[in-house]
């Protein structure tokens, strides 16, 4: 199937800004996600339905436009067809000591803060995060080091929240605007050269209903200068691939096909899973982001079926497949990638994280690192959260009382933290 590529403006609804790149200076007067935050007020509560929204409608059978399982059109899981290696020997290890430390002392303690980073590819103490403290609650950026909050974009509401991607120079992000599902958003981008706000895209609706489109619930991918999410546009499935030139400010549209949640940039390619009609498996199209014309996707990926959740550390690609269960791995995002885990019940939520060979994501039960070896430990019981740094994983751990006064208690663990792991005998 061709894919046909045009710059456009974006339409929407009549608060989003009609040209592209069209900025406005904020006065002000941000990767699985349960609830790390321990707080409780209606905060965490929309941000644990971030996680646990999709397994909740694959078990009551509820259609949406899209999922992570890379079913367009349906919430229900199929079979893979993707070809990989013969998969390692897979066991459970407990945590190694440096790990349980690191999480213990904490690398920052974010006093009066509940924060829940972006991913990041940026080096230094400095994440944009959705934040909320006595004063502000909204997107900023936050010296995890000197607890210095750099106040971004201020939420509307108090059922606002946040996720998406920095990378040292612009944030951009999905604002979602209800508790009640995550169709109604609004996308928008932060320079930090101008200290300004565009909103660039968002959901869209019926005409006849006035009813919200269903989107895929997935932050925007960043990376080389791009951004890239997808909008939905009608209740089939159907939706719009949109691509941001960061520098430039040009917007490309592509509506050719029912578009999954996973979105990946690679390189000089953008990369995401795509369905011809609704409930078919996904497969994965990629686009030059120097050229604009299609190009060959990553070979781990070439031959995946429904996969969703892809991640990169700029080499290696991760992913999860259809099952929601199985957790994939290629060390060469151009060569076939191997199973590094499934889990026996639960399943993943998106974002995945790589870095080096670990693999790290949430389930309902906490956070896992997945080592290439073949060993799984659970970094986080429970509630915790993971995002990606250009220095390896943040991982967030809820704190033991929900006092305001209590910190957000986040640990920096490095690429080769995990490196040890390995399946005994």
């Given at each position: 199937?061709?894919?046909?590529?045009?710059?456009?403006?974006?339409?929407?609804?009549?608060?989003?800004?009609?040209?592209?790149?069209?900025?406005?200076?904020?006065?002000?007067?941000?990767?699985?996600?349960?609830?790390?935050?321990?707080?409780?007020?209606?905060?965490?509560?929309?941000?644990?339905?971030?996680?646990?929204?999709?397994?909740?409608?694959?078990?009551?059978?509820?259609?949406?436009?899209?999922?992570?399982?890379?079913?367009?059109?349906?919430?229900t899981p199929q079979p893979t067809t993707t070809t990989t290696v013969p998969a390692v020997r897979h066991c459970t290890v407990p945590p190694p000591a440096q790990i349980t430390q690191a999480l213990t002392s904490g690398w920052a303690r974010v006093r009066n803060l509940?924060?829940?980073?972006?991913?990041?590819?940026?080096?230094?103490?400095?994440?944009?995060?959705?934040?909320?403290?006595?004063s502000f609650y909204g997107v900023a950026l936050v010296n995890l080091r000197t607890n210095a909050v750099q106040p971004i974009d201020r939420f509307r509401a108090s059922t606002y929240q946040a996720l998406g991607a920095y990378d040292g120079q612009v944030a951009v992000?999905?604002?979602?605007?209800?508790?009640?599902?995550?169709?109604?958003?609004?996308?928008?981008?932060?320079?930090?050269?101008?200290?300004?706000?565009?909103?660039?895209?968002?959901?869209?609706?019926?005409?006849?209903?006035?009813?919200?489109?269903?989107?895929?619930?997935?932050?925007?991918?960043?990376?080389?200068?791009?951004?890239?999410?997808?909008?939905?546009?009608?209740?089939?499935?159907?939706?719009?691939?949109?691509?941001?030139?960061?520098?430039?400010?040009?917007?490309?549209?592509?509506?050719?096909?029912?578009?999954?949640?996973?979105?990946?940039?690679?390189?000089?390619?953008?990369?995401?899973?795509?369905?011809?009609?609704?409930?078919?498996?996904?497969?994965?199209?990629?686009?030059?982001?120097?050229?604009?014309?299609?190009?060959?996707?990553?070979?781990?990926?070439?031959?995946?079926?429904?996969?969703?959740?892809?991640?990169?550390?700029?080499?290696?690609?991760?992913?999860?497949?259809?099952?929601?269960?199985?957790?994939?791995?290629?060390?060469?995002?151009?060569?076939?990638?191997?199973?590094?885990?499934?889990?026996?019940?639960?399943?993943?939520?998106?974002?995945?994280?790589?870095?080096?060979?670990?693999?790290?994501?949430?389930?309902?039960?906490?956070?896992?690192?997945?080592?290439?070896?073949?060993?799984?430990?659970?970094?986080?019981?429970?509630?915790?959260?993971?995002?990606?740094?250009?220095?390896?994983?943040?991982?967030?751990?809820?704190?033991?009382?929900?006092?305001?006064?209590?910190?957000?208690?986040?640990?920096?663990?490095?690429?080769?933290?995990?490196?040890?792991?390995?399946?005994?005998?």
């Amino acid at each position: 199937m061709k894919t046909r590529f045009m710059v456009r403006r974006l339409p929407g609804p009549d608060r989003f800004l009609r040209t592209p790149r069209s900025r406005h200076p904020r006065s002000l007067g941000s990767s699985a996600i349960v609830d790390t935050l321990g707080n409780p007020t209606r905060f965490i509560l929309g941000l644990a339905l971030l996680a646990f929204i999709a397994p909740a409608l694959v078990a009551c059978g509820a259609k949406t436009a899209t999922d992570p399982g890379g079913v367009a059109g349906t919430r229900t899981p199929q079979p893979t067809t993707t070809t990989t290696v013969p998969a390692v020997r897979h066991c459970t290890v407990p945590p190694p000591a440096q790990i349980t430390q690191a999480l213990t002392s904490g690398w920052a303690r974010v006093r009066n803060l509940q924060i829940l980073p972006f991913t990041s590819t940026a080096t230094g103490d400095r994440v944009v995060a959705t934040v909320r403290s006595a004063s502000f609650y909204g997107v900023a950026l936050v010296n995890l080091r000197t607890n210095a909050v750099q106040p971004i974009d201020r939420f509307r509401a108090s059922t606002y929240q946040a996720l998406g991607a920095y990378d040292g120079q612009v944030a951009v992000w999905k604002e979602f605007h209800s508790q009640n599902g995550l169709d109604d958003f609004s996308v928008k981008e932060w320079s930090a050269s101008t200290n300004s706000v565009a909103t660039v895209g968002g959901s869209h609706k019926d005409p006849a209903t006035g009813k919200t489109f269903p989107s895929p619930w997935t932050e925007p991918a960043l990376g080389s200068g791009h951004a890239a999410w997808v909008e939905g546009t009608d209740f089939t499935g159907r939706g719009r691939l949109v691509l941001l030139d960061t520098k430039s400010g040009l917007t490309t549209v592509d509506s050719s096909g029912h578009p999954g949640g996973a979105l990946l940039i690679y390189g000089s390619e953008l990369v995401w899973a795509q369905s011809t009609k609704p409930g078919a498996l996904t497969t994965v199209f990629a686009k030059s982001l120097i050229t604009g014309r299609p190009a060959t996707p990553p070979a781990a990926l070439s031959a995946q079926r429904g996969g969703s959740s892809f991640a990169t550390d700029g080499r290696g690609i991760a992913w999860v497949g259809p099952d929601q269960n199985s957790l994939y791995y290629s060390g060469d995002g151009q060569k076939a990638g191997q199973l590094v885990t499934r889990l026996a019940v639960g399943g993943f939520n998106p974002p995945t994280v790589l870095r080096g060979s670990t693999v790290m994501t949430a389930d309902s039960d906490g956070v896992l690192a997945a080592e290439t070896s073949g060993a799984t430990t659970t970094v986080v019981q429970g509630g915790g959260s993971v995002t990606g740094t250009a220095d390896g994983f943040l991982v967030g751990a809820a704190p033991q009382t929900k006092s305001q006064s209590v910190a957000s208690r986040l640990a920096l663990l490095g690429p080769d933290a995990f490196v040890k792991l390995r399946c005994s005998g």
